[in-house]
């Protein structure tokens, strides 16, 4: 399995920016995707998370603020996220969860800074 994350990079205070997670076969083969964030010096925490059935669950620091959604027929899990803030400065990682299994991909950065 390869997850290959694309889109971040550097955006203001107040910015949207939108990550991609490209899945090298079907989406609905795993449990759960998501994405997670670890910022220097901390650990890798959940930021979103869709299930096979499409429930959702969101960290409480980014509620309101960014949107996990799919693409089946893309094989592609996106992050929108809004209202960006300098504490939203991380690696974002994507995940994908079968049985016991966990899937990683190599990280993009995000940089929220003016």
């Known amino acids: 399995v390869q997850l290959v994350e694309s889109g971040g990079g550097l955006v203001q205070p107040g910015g949207t920016l939108t990550l991609f997670c490209a899945a090298s076969e079907n989406i609905f083969n795993f449990n759960a995707m998501g994405w997670y964030r670890q910022a220097p010096g901390q650990q890798r925490e959940l930021v979103a998370d869709i299930n096979v059935g499409g429930k959702t669950t969101y960290a409480e620091s980014v509620k309101g603020r960014f949107t996990i959604s799919r693409d089946s027929a893309q094989n592609t899990v996106y992050l929108r996220m809004s209202s960006l803030e300098p504490e939203d400065t991380a690696v974002y990682h994507c995940?994908?969860?079968?049985?016991?299994?966990?899937?990683w991909g190599q990280g993009t950065q995000v940089t929220v800074s003016s």
């Open positions: 995940n994908a969860r079968r049985l016991s299994q966990l899937y």
